[in-house]
Structures are given as structure tokens and as C-alpha cells.
């Protein structure tokens, strides 16, 4: 059993030949011999060596953020930033901007006048002294009027400071934090936690290149989705741990390739966009070199928007903008004006809270003067944002998007814009027939009425509103009117021709067109009567002249003086006597007995009754007025009559003289177009115009009346007067000033006597009751 279990051990095995060398052997062929003693003795073969070499692939060494030789003497410890970045090796070479060519030349002139003094050994001191002189008044008259177009060429200077630039100079210690958590890390965005003066802050900022190695690294500034959803992930990290937030901003835009798109770039600035509405911290954004479109809005919405003097912030570029309407980028620097995207534009629109100044030249200039400029704009900020509570905090940054936006009025529109504009469809309001305004203006006469009796000085009592919505009705007559004559298109060019000339700088508008425009009024005075609205025009006129009639007096009641009012009082008191009201009464009711229908028909008895009241009414009132100092003089029935007269005579004679008088005339019609172009808030241009065009109108109709027998008469008259009043008492002077003054000539009645209803329609807005404006400022 031993035997069949376990066999004699024989061969090889049993000298201790190893496995291995019986298996290798085997394997060559040979069985049972050593693959060492075959080598020996039957092949003999010399004997080899074998190495094991590796080829190590060669990899980028890992750029640790901390320095190999840290200092451990640096304030805040060893490692107060920590970031990849670093600074420079070699100092970047200068950039010569277009504009900056002159100054240039000036630095060149300076250079070989001190090497010229280093080669000679003379003294250029003075010299050298004058040219740094020139060169610096040259930069800073350079620098303090750029254009538009000039400050976004700054704001893309390939040697501004980049975002990390200035986070290096204003922070004391700064760690710099990656990725958005969902496998990406967009270089292009920059985010990491720092401190000023003590107080942590969140920075996130677009990064540049300052090279072109660094510039593709860095996307040229142009995040992805990912460096968005980083940017939210830090917002979110620095809400929940309370740190106030500043972004900086310098992107031409988001980054607009195939791949971004896919992966949801609109999506990832709208979420930062309704993100950043609702943080509960503060946040300061400050645009340090162009900000482009959403790219950097996503990162500026914000409580305060700060802008480097010569950053820009704008919907497209200038380039863009030309291109899309002027078809070609050359035309950039007229957009660049039109699109105002500088920073005293922006501050002036309030889209900008303030701007943070730079040196001359640019911040590339002096980055580190730069970077305390903007340090000083973040702290003030800061502490005037962390006063607030969390809701007016969010109530802050809500309204400061809310408020912006405004337009202007009263600016005329180019008329080639015009024509191109959205006409603004105006909802159909039923217009009121003649009936129904003709009830509103007698019942505004009864109320007018009822307060003369119950007040010395009625108000206006609504006669405003109804003046405006007569001028608004008899506004659309003539539309209708002219739109029947077909003089429609007519009166819209001749309007259009008159508002380029307002444009123009010239005072005065040109004879042309005036002459175009008298035409254009004597056509349309000519035909108006065939137009089929010309009753219903007629009608609201008349009601228009009734109601600026009622005004202009209640004005004048108005402007009444304390002397007037008083004797119109004691007059009043004196009809209230019970002896005095009673002899009325009575005297009323004896007439209404007689039946009569006018004084004529009265009896001598009943006319000597009426004369004995009005005598002792005229004692009474006498009396009254002696306390004030005061006499009743009777003028003579004749003496009114030829002062009448002369009145009647005095507009009669202006009138011819301006009818006959084309210079009078067209200054009168220009002064009516200005005023009414002015409306109610005149600049101090038109103010101008409109005193220059009274004076001169003023000065053509005195000399014309001089030159007349008006003058004689008029001084023959004041003559009868003063010999009239001398002849019963003493004269008292304010009463003859009263009566003289009635025989004034007064312009503005002129004007209105010699003004037309038609001529108001030429430019809109001046009607029969602006005229009576036209007038008061003659």
C-alpha cells in the first residue's frame, strides 16, 4: 500500500533539481534536464545579462498656489494668497493707443534731448523741464476730453490691471476657490474669499489674460455656463455664511460657441440674474473695463454699481452696433456716442451709482494708485449698505432696477425718424356734439354769475379745463377741415420744414418759408368756408371767445388794485341801505307798473324821481370816499365820447398799418410761432426770441402811430380832460391817470383784432386762446 501510495523518488528529483528548471525544460523540449546544465554542457552558450529599464512619461509639473520660498515675515502669515496666479516676470511691453500718437512724439523729443545732454555734457535742463511740462499739460487735455470710442479702447487695453491684479493689491489675505461642483472649472470666472481692513468679503470677478498664452487660458475673459454656475455657487456659499459680495466685471460677453449653448448658457444667467435679487448680503459690483451684455450682467445685479472713470457697460459693442445699422463697423465711433456707454453717461441715467476716477493715461498708468481708488469705493460703500436690514437691503437693490428708464418731452423729432417711428394707436374717444358743449359753457356763465354776486373776486371756476377742451375740439375741426380741403399733407410737410429750421442755429426762421406758410393760411382762409364742418368750427370759436372773454376779465378783476376794491365796497354798502334799497324797490315796481320797454317811454315825473336816486346815491358815495382822501368828479358826456372815439380810432389806424406792413406782419406771425413752440415751459433761447420780437413790433407801431394826427389828438383830449375836472374841485391825480389810461393803445388788442381763426391751425398747439398769451407778454 506504501508503494502505491507514495512511489520511489527517482531522476532528477531526487538530486535536488529545482521545479522551475524541470518545468522551463520541459517547456524547451528537453525532459528532464536542468535548463542550467543544458546551457552548460550541451548547447554552450556564453553567458548573458538582462536589465529592466522604465521610460517615464514626462507631465506638467503641479503649480502649487503657496510659493517654494515663502517669507514667513509677511503680514497675515506665510500664506496670505493663495492662487496660481503670480505676477509677472518680465514687465509687458508698452501699447501705443491711436489717439496717443502725439504724446509719443513728445516723450521721443524728450528722449534725445536727454541723450543728447548725455553725449555732450551740456546742461538741456530748462529744455527737458518745458518738454515734461508740455507733455503733461498735453496728456491731461488728452485725457479730460475723450471720446466715446477712445474710453473703449482703454477699457480693452491689453496692459490694464486684470480682476486678480487688483485683488492682490486691496486684500490682505486672499484664498482663491474652485469649481462648480459639477465637473468643471471655468478660468475665465475667478471666485475666492479675502479680507479688507478686517472684514471678509466673497470676489468674484472675470479674469483676462495679460499675455496671449495667458488670454486663450483664460478664454479672453469669456465665461462658460460652468464659470456661471461657479460664480452662483459662491453667491449661495456667501449668503448662507453672511459675507458681503463684490464682483468685478470685465468681459466683451459670454462666451457664444456651440458647446456653451448646449450646455445652457442662457439658463445659467437667467438663474444668476433671479439669484441675486434674493441674497440677503450686500453686494457691490465695480465694472473696471468693458462690461458686455448679459456676460456681465450676471454677475452685476447688484445694490451699487461703481464704473472706472474709462470703463463702459453696454447692450453690444460699438462695432456691433454700427454693423447692424450703419452696415459697417467703421461707423463704431457714431454708435459709441448713440449707444452712451461711458460712465459719466450711465451715472447721468442712474444706471451707474458713482464713478471711481483713474490716473492720467489710464489705469495701466498706475495700477496700484488704481487699486486703493477702488479699495476706498468698496469700504465706503460697504458700510453704508451694511446698515441696512435684510428687507431694505432687498428693497434697495429691487428699486434700483425698478426706477430705471425715463424719456423726454417736448424735443422735436428728426423727421426721417419720424416717419420711421410706430404711430401710437390712440383709444377712440366719443367726441362731444355742439349741443352738449353749449350747455357746458352756460353753466359755467351761471356759476361765473352767481359768484360776482356773492364775491369781489370770482374764481376761475373750472374756465381752464373748459378752454383746453374747446382748444382740443376746435383742434380736430381743423384736422377735418384741412383733411377735406386736402391740405393735410401739405400742413405736415410745411410743419416738418419748420421744425428743422427750429433745429437750425439761425434766430431768425427763413423768408421762405414764412412766405410758404402765409400761402399755405390764405389757401386754407379761402376755401374754409366749403368745408363740411365749417358750421360746427364756427360754433366752438364762438364758445372759445366767450369763455377767454370771461377769463381775461376775471384776471383783470383780479389784478384790480386795493384802491378799486375798496371804493367798490363802499359802493356795495350803499346800495344795502334799507333807505336806499327801498326808493329802488319802488322805483322798480313803478316802472313795471308803467309797462314801458325803455327809458323813452318814461314819463318827466318817473325820470325826475330816478335822476333824485342817483343824485343822493352820488352824495351818499361822496361822503364815503371823503374818510379815503378821495373826490367824485364828474366828467363831461362829451368828453367820453371823443375818448371812445380816439380809441375806436387808434385800433383802427394800427390795424391798417400792420395790414399794410408785411414786415409787421411776418414778425407778428413769428412771434405767435415761437410762443407757441415755447408752450409753457419756454427755454431761455426762445425767451430770448420772444422779447427781441416784442421790442421790435413794439417799436414799429409807436413809430407808426408818432408819425400820425393820433398823437395831436390824444394830447388835445388829456388837455379836456384835466381843463373839465379843474373847472369843478381840485384834480385828484389818480383819477385823470385812470382816464388817460383808457386811450393807451395796447398792442395785444391789435394783435387779436388783427388775427385770423385759420392761421392758428398752420403750427398745433396755437389757438385763439394762446393768443391772448401772445398778448399779455407784448
Known amino acids: 500500500m506504501a508503494s502505491m501510495l507514495h512511489p520511489p523518488v527517482t531522476g532528477n528529483l531526487a538530486f535536488g533539481t529545482p521545479v522551475s528548471d524541470l518545468l522551463q525544460s520541459s517547456s524547451n523540449g528537453v525532459s ?47 500664506l496670505s494668497h493663495l492662487s496660481p496666479f503670480k505676477p509677472l516676470k518680465e514687465k509687458p511691453k508698452p501699447v501705443t493707443l491711436e489717439f496717443e500718437k502725439p504724446l509719443v512724439a513728445l516723450q521721443k523729443k524728450i528722449i534725445d534731448v536727454q541723450k543728447m545732454a548725455n553725449e555732450t555734457g551740456l546742461d538741456f535742463t530748462d529744455q527737458i523741464i518745458s518738454l515734461e511740462n508740455k507733455y503733461q499739460q498735453a496728456l491731461k487735455d488728452l485725457y479730460t476730453h475723450l471720446t466715446p470710442i477712445q474710453r473703449v479702447n482703454i477699457a480693452r487695453h491689453p496692459n490694464r490691471p486684470t480682476f486678480l491684479d487688483h485683488i492682490f493689491n486691496i486684500t490682505e489675505k486672499f484664498v482663491e476657490l474652485h469649481g462648480d461642483r459639477g465637473g468643471y472649472d471655468d478660468p ?23 499675455n496671449t498664452k495667458e488670454n486663450i487660458m483664460r478664454n479672453f475673459g469669456m465665461p462658460t455656463p460652468h464659470g456661471y454656475r461657479k460664480a ?18 470685465d468681459t466683451p460677453g459670454a462666451y457664444a460657441d456651440l458647446k456653451s449653448e448646449e450646455l445652457g448658457q442662457g439658463e445659467a444667467i437667467a438663474h444668476n440674474l433671479r439669484t441675486m435679487f434674493g441674497l440677503k448680503v450686500p453686494i457691490v459690483s465695480i465694472v473696471m473695463g468693458e462690461g458686455g451684455s448679459g456676460g456681465a450682467l450676471a454677475i452685476g445685479c447688484c445694490n451699487k454699481m461703481l464704473m472706472l472713470e474709462n470703463a463702459v ?24 456716442e448713440k449707444l452712451k456707454i461711458t460712465a459719466t453717461e ?29 479699495k476706498s469705493a468698496i469700504v465706503e460703500s460697504m458700510d453704508e449698505l451694511l446698515k441696512m436690514d435684510t428687507e431694505e437691503l432687498l428693497k434697495h437693490r429691487s428699486l434700483k432696477y425698478r426706477k430705471l428708464g425715463g424719456f423726454q418731452e417736448g424735443i422735436p423729432q428728426d423727421p426721417i425718424k419720424k416717419a420711421h417711428m410706430k404711430k401710437t394707436e390712440k383709444p377712440i374717444v366719443p367726441r362731444p356734439d355742439n349741443s352738449e358743449l353749449e350747455g357746458e359753457v352756460e353753466k359755467l ?62 434766430q431768425q426762421i427763413q423768408p421762405a418759408l414764412l412766405d410758404k406758410m402765409q400761402k399755405l393760411k390764405d389757401e386754407f382762409d379761402q376755401n374754409l368756408h366749403t368745408a363740411p364742418n365749417y358750421e360746427s368750427l364756427s360754433i366752438k370759436l364762438g364758445m372759445l371767445k366767450e369763455v377767454s372773454t370771461a377769463k381775461s376779465l376775471s384776471e383783470k378783476n383780479k389784478e384790480a388794485s386795493p384802491l378799486q376794491l375798496e371804493i367798490q365796497k363802499k359802493y356795495k354798502d350803499i346800495l344795502d341801505q334799507p333807505g336806499i334799497k327801498q326808493k329802488i324797490e319802488a322805483l322798480k315796481a313803478e316802472i313795471g307798473n308803467t309797462g314801458a320797454s325803455g327809458v323813452e317811454d318814461l314819463d318827466q315825473g318817473l325820470k325826475a324821481k330816478i335822476g333824485q336816486v342817483k343824485k343822493e346815491i352820488e352824495s351818499e358815495l361822496a361822503d364815503a370816499l371823503e374818510p379815503l382822501g378821495l373826490r367824485v368828479n364828474k366828467i363831461p358826456v362829451p368828453v367820453k365820447t371823443k375818448v371812445d372815439e380816439l380809441n375806436k380810432e387808434s385800433n383802427k389806424i394800427i390795424k391798417d398799418v400792420i395790414s399794410h406792413s408785411s414786415e409787421l406782419k411776418s414778425k407778428i406771425e413769428l412771434l405767435k410761432i415761437e410762443v407757441a413752440s415755447a408752450g409753457k415751459t419756454p427755454s431761455t433761447e426762445s425767451k430770448s426770441k420772444v422779447q427781441a420780437l416784442q421790442q421790435e413790433i413794439k417799436q414799429g407801431i409807436e413809430k407808426a402811430i408818432n408819425s400820425s394826427a393820433l398823437k395831436e389828438k390824444f394830447e388835445q383830449l388829456k388837455a379836456e380832460i384835466a381843463e373839465a375836472i379843474q373847472s369843478s374841485e381840485e384834480t385828484n391825480g389818480s383819477l385823470v391817470s385812470a382816464i388817460i389810461e383808457q386811450t393807451q393803445v395796447r398792442v395785444e388788442e391789435v394783435i387779436m383784432i388783427f388775427d385770423t381763426s385759420v392761421d392758428s391751425k398752420l403750427h398745433k398747439g396755437l389757438h385763439m386762446a394762446e393768443l391772448s398769451q401772445v398778448s399779455t407778454h407784448v
Open 32 to 78: 528532464g534536464v536542468p535548463l542550467r546544465t543544458l546551457g552548460r554542457a550541451r548547447l554552450g552558450m556564453s553567458k548573458r545579462e538582462f536589465a529592466i529599464v522604465a521610460k517615464v512619461r514626462k507631465v506638467k509639473k503641479h503649480e502649487y498656489p503657496w510659493p517654494d520660498n515663502a517669507d514667513p515675515n509677511v503680514k497675515g502669515g506665510v
Open 445 to 506: 356763465k351761471e356759476q361765473i354769475l352767481k359768484a360776482k354776486k356773492s364775491s369781489a373776486a370770482p374764481p376761475d371756476l373750472g374756465m381752464n379745463e373748459m378752454i383746453d377742451k374747446l382748444k382740443e375740439e376746435i383742434d380736430y375741426e381743423y384736422s377735418v377741415a384741412a383733411k377735406s380741403l386736402g391740405l393735410k399733407d401739405k400742413i405736415v410737410m410745411l410743419q416738418e420744414e419748420f421744425a428743422k429750421a427750429r433745429n437750425s442755429k439761425d
Open 313 to 336: 457697460f453696454y447692450v453690444a459693442s460699438p462695432e456691433a452696433c454700427a454693423a447692424i445699422l450703419w452696415k459697417t463697423a467703421k461707423a463704431s465711433p457714431k454708435a459709441a
Open 188 to 210: 475665465a470666472i475667478v471666485t475666492g474669499l479675502g479680507s479688507i481692513n478686517g472684514r471678509s468679503y466673497m470676489f468674484i470677478g472675470q479674469q483676462k489674460g495679460r
Open 232 to 249: 452662483l455657487r459662491m453667491m449661495y456659499y456667501a449668503d448662507h455664511h453672511g459675507f458681503p459680495i463684490v464682483t468685478f466685471i
Open 346 to 374: 450711465l451715472t447721468k441715467l442712474q444706471i451707474s451709482d458713482g464713478i471711481i476716477p483713474e490716473p492720467l493715461g489710464g489705469a495701466h498708468a498706475d495700477p496700484y494708485w488704481t487699486s486703493q481708488q477702488i
